[in-house]
């Protein structure tokens, strides 16, 4: 190398990964006391150590395709692929990869649905991101190769936090619901078959008892009519005095001249 | 002495003089060479070149890296009157350094023109878009990157003509509602979120009473069933019982008529009953003595 002012040596660093964050700020005192951070998020806010560190989310909110708002953390990785333009060519007075990420990211979601943004289309996101910042970037020229685009944190806005986590909760009332109802049910069903089991049971003993009890009559009748049968009309009167006893004892009795008892009324008559 | 002194003063000054006829302008810089002022024809690229000496000559070092320049969210109306936070950059280079270093010279300078040009560029490609165009559920009908085209073009048209920069980018980083809006695009996302949540729990309260109804259906096919092999098995007992007696009655109809008889007055006759009795009645026929 000739002697300055000729020639002049600079040395700068070149294999460093380089990462610029996109929507939030990694304060490394923070960063320390993230698992305090964190572990003291109010319970109502987003769990993560990003949206503890950054306490305002305006500069993360982004319009998706729905007119909702997602608050989206992302990092770009990547590293000079041509020294020379990186340095020479482009100013670095602002981060270009910021601006340009930023830019790429809110032309993604807003062709994009909250809900899947924050689902199953994270990786889509990071693809799409990294693709159209590397282009914009080659034509510019800046000498970098993207490595990778990573989302740290994707989440709706703080105060729809609650709303959100309802929605899973919801789904999980519902199951308990069904569940609930299932168990009811198979309660219910084999109570019903042993109350029915009872009701035939009794109808079946009633239904013996019925038969016993006439069979018994039977064979009582018979009984007493074998043994009247020998002198019928002396036992007969036996039993209709016997009967005449029980039904008359205790009960008011008027005892009136013959013919003086109501006329034709007859009370109280052996039977012709 | 006094002479030495002279040729040292002479020599230092010959020197000095010398150095300020060469220059070197570094890599990504562009030189000027202004001569009483006014610039001359052509600018110098990197490397060592030479220029008559002070104060008759002087150089004007230009960056002719890619400039970026970060605007501030500005808040513009959309075809269909809504109100969005616009935040944009521009990313610019000094085209003509002749026409950049006679028009506006600095890059301050630059910068407040090209904010001039941006808003109103800005404005007036926003403005002639609807919301649709900046937020889509077809990411193809997202429009956002032909609008901060539009507006580059018109920016660098003007750029290029009137300073002699070229504005290779304007883009759109920022996209939002004022905050006055936030509000209620929250309030409606969270009602949006109650909905799904009541339609979970609702179908849930479905699901579960259509099981209840199934339960409810087998139970009570179940009892019915019962009740009526019940009322089978009781009507078959009864005429089980009746035939039984039946048959022990038929053997001896008067005994069982006048045996039936005696029961019933045994019943009917109650304790509330009070009994006329005529004293030739059969009953007392004994007590007369007959």
């Known amino acids: ?272 | 002495m006094k002479r030495w002194l002279l040729v040292t003063v002479a020599a230092l000054a010959l020197l000095a003089l010398a150095r300020s006829a060469a220059f070197t302008i570094r890599e990504g810089e562009v030189g000027i060479v202004t001569r009483f002022g006014r610039p001359l024809a052509e600018p110098a690229g990197p490397g060592l070149h030479g220029k008559l000496p002070w104060p008759v000559d002087a150089v004007v070092r230009l960056d002719r890296r890619l400039l970026v320049f970060d605007n501030e969210p500005v808040e513009l109306l959309t075809r269909d009157k809504k109100n969005v936070l616009v935040d944009s950059f521009l990313c610019w280079r000094i085209e003509e350094p002749l026409r950049f270093a006679r028009t506006v010279k600095t890059r301050l300078e630059a910068e407040a023109r090209l904010l001039d040009l941006a808003a109103a560029e800005l404005g007036a490609a926003v403005g002639g878009e609807p919301m649709e165009s900046f937020v889509n559920p077809d990411p193809e009908k997202v429009r956002i990157r032909e609008v901060a085209r539009r507006a580059r073009d018109e920016v660098d048209r003007t750029a290029r003509e009137s300073f002699g920069i070229a504005v290779v980018d304007l883009e759109i980083n920022g996209f939002n509602l004022p905050l006055q809006n936030r509000k209620s695009v929250i309030d409606r996302m969270r009602a949006e979120r109650a909905r799904i949540a009541t339609a979970y729990r609702s179908e849930g309260e479905e699901e579960a009473l259509k099981i209840e109804a199934l339960s409810a259906t087998e139970s009570e096919a179940i009892l019915a069933e019962a009740r009526s092999r019940a009322e089978a098995i009781r009507g078959a007992g009864e005429a089980e019982a009746l035939s039984i007696l039946a048959d022990a009655y038929r053997r001896d109809p008067e005994f069982y008529r006048f045996l039936r008889s005696l029961e019933s007055y045994e019943v009917i006759l109650d304790d509330k009953t009070t009994i006329f009795l005529e004293s030739d009645s059969e009953l007392l026929e004994v007590l007369h003595g007959r």
């Not at chain 1, 993560?48 to 306490?55: G, I, Q, T």
């Not at chain 1, 020479?88 to 270009?96: E, G, I, L």
């Not at chain 1, 943004?117 to 914009?136: F, P, S």
């Open chain 1, 1 to 272: 190398l000739p002697p300055a002012p000729i020639g002049e040596l600079e040395v700068r660093r070149v294999a460093y990964a380089r990462k610029t964050d996109v929507g939030f700020r990694t304060d490394l005192e923070m960063l320390a006391r993230r698992a305090e951070l964190t572990r003291f998020n109010p319970p109502d806010e987003w769990h993560s150590p990003v949206a503890a560190m950054n306490p305002d989310r305006e500069q993360a909110a982004y319009l998706t395709a729905d007119e909702n708002l997602l608050e989206l953390s992302f990092t770009v990785h990547y590293a000079l692929a041509d020294p020379v333009a990186f340095f020479y060519r482009v100013d670095h007075t602002h981060d270009f990869v910021e601006l340009y990420a930023e830019a790429a990211a809110r032309r993604l979601l807003a062709g994009r649905v909250a809900e899947e943004l924050m689902t199953l289309e994270r990786a889509a996101i990071e693809d799409g991101v990294q693709r159209a910042l590397q282009e914009r970037l080659d034509a510019l020229g800046a000498g970098i190769a993207v490595t990778a685009v990573r989302i740290v944190d994707i989440h709706p806005p703080g105060e729809s936090v609650f709303d959100f986590r309802d929605v899973s909760s919801a789904r999980e009332d519902r199951e308990t619901t069904v569940h609930q109802a299932h168990r009811r049910r198979a309660a219910e069903v084999p109570r019903a078959r042993g109350e029915a089991a009872l009701i035939v049971g009794r109808a079946e003993a009633a239904a013996g008892a019925r038969v016993a009890e006439a069979a018994g009559r039977s064979e009582g009748f018979s009984a007493r009519a074998a043994a009247v049968a020998p002198d019928r009309a002396l036992l007969e009167h036996l039993l209709w005095l016997e009967s005449a006893e029980r039904s008359l004892a205790g009960r008011d009795k008027v005892i009136v001249p013959p013919g003086s008892g109501g006329g034709e009324v007859s009370l109280w008559r052996r039977r012709e």
